[in-house]
Antibody
Framework: QVTLRESGPALVIPTQTLTLTCTFSGFSLSTSGMCVSWIRQPPGKALEWLALIDWDDYKYYSTSLKTRLTISKDTSKNQVVLTMTNMDPVDTATYYC???????????????WGQGTLVTVSS | SYVLTQPPSVSVAPGKTARITCGGNNIGSKSVHWYQQKPGQAPVLVIYYDSDRPSGIPERFSGSNSGNTATLTISRVEAGDEADYYCQVWDSNSDHRGVFGGGTELTVL
């Protein structure tokens, strides 16, 4: 059974750095073809993909946010961490992590999602 | 940057067929994935690789992709299908990145 769970602060002060942790079970990030992504959704708005890390530690980032994002993994702990610097109120959103299998090159999709964690950016 | 365009809303009567489109430049050359999101819940994958269904997704959900338009079709619509639906591709032409459409709110009349 595949599960993912996001954890991190519910409230962040503007200009601070956000650190979110995705803890998962039911699969391993050391398995060839396995990846984990972060996706966010501002209240009432659409989904926005943020970052992906694969089994070989290769990383992809949103073009518009790449200067602010860092994704990393701890395979032994079954965790993926996302940091986002210089947080702003417009970054208020529910942040999801999702398992991302790579069965076909350059055709990633998100088959299992965490329940999401709401992060509010406010002073 | 690659853009996916969805209609903001689609309405359908129970028992009828709903079609939700996702437009993109030569989207037929990409693999399209679809997600269902009900209020207060995480998205759920309903179609991947244009037309494959994950286990547990009813056969009423189907997908197609050709030219500049991908389509999610929901047959014999039920009240429980009322949700937001998002299409998604992976854009590997320039920067490798995930791209979502703006979402379509499906209303069951």
């Amino acid at each position: 059974q595949v599960t993912l769970r996001e954890s991190g602060p519910a409230l962040v002060i503007p200009t601070q750095t956000l650190t979110l942790t995705c803890t998962f079970s039911g699969f391993s990030l050391s398995t060839s073809g396995m990846c984990v992504s972060w996706i966010r959704q501002p209240p009432g708005k659409a989904l926005e993909w943020l970052a992906l890390i694969d089994w070989d530690d290769y990383k992809y980032y949103s073009t518009s946010l790449k200067t602010r994002l860092t994704i990393s993994k701890d395979t032994s702990k079954n965790q993926v961490v996302l940091t986002m610097t210089n947080m702003d109120p417009v970054d208020t959103a529910t942040y999801y992590c999702a398992r991302t299998p790579r069965q076909v090159a350059h055709a990633y999709y998100f088959d299992y999602w965490g329940q999401g964690t709401l992060v509010t950016v406010s002073s | 940057s690659y853009v996916l365009t969805q209609p903001p809303s689609v309405s359908v009567a129970p028992g009828k067929t709903a079609r939700i489109t996702c437009g993109g430049n030569n989207i037929g050359s990409k693999s399209v994935h679809w997600y269902q999101q009900k209020p207060g819940q995480a998205p759920v994958l309903v179609i991947y690789y244009d037309s494959d269904r994950p286990s547990g997704i009813p056969e009423r959900f189907s997908g197609s992709n050709s030219g500049n338009t991908a389509t999610l079709t929901i047959s014999r619509v039920e009240a429980g299908d009322e949700a937001d639906y998002y299409c998604q591709v992976w854009d590997s032409n320039s920067d490798h990145r995930g791209v979502f459409g703006g979402g379509t709110e499906l209303t069951v009349l």
